[in-house]
């Protein structure tokens, strides 16, 4: 396979992802929480690396997820994470306005 032709698949592959995504669940943690946790690391390559596990009760600040979703998921989460799960429609175009919408959500809660 010639450069170009890899330069070629590389861009469609690209275009692939982002035209016609379908978001999964997202997490999101405070930094500023997280680095507290008994197993946080500092190895210079990452801001921040948790050994081991992280366990969502303790850790997560929202988890966000496709409101068409609510009635495979919302059974299954915890009790102690009802109050973090947030369900919201999916009206983007792809996964850069999807990406947008949820930060822009989670910037949004207080605690």
């Not at 801001?47 to 609510?70: F, H």
């Not at 175009?93 to 959500?105: G, L, N, Q």
């Amino acid at each position: 396979m010639t450069a170009l032709q890899l330069q070629k698949e590389s861009r469609n592959a690209a275009k692939d992802l982002s035209t016609g995504f379908t978001p999964g669940v997202r997490f999101f943690f405070r930094y500023e929480e997280l680095i507290r946790h008994p197993d946080a690391t500092f190895e210079g390559v990452l801001p921040l690396k948790v050994k081991n596990e992280v366990a969502l009760k303790d850790w997560v600040y929202a988890i966000v997820a496709l409101s068409e979703y609510r009635g495979e998921l919302a059974p299954h989460v915890l009790d102690e994470l009802t109050g973090k799960m947030y369900f919201i429609d999916h009206d983007c175009e792809d996964i850069w306005a999807w990406s947008e919408k949820v930060y822009e959500f989670v910037r949004t809660l207080t605690d």
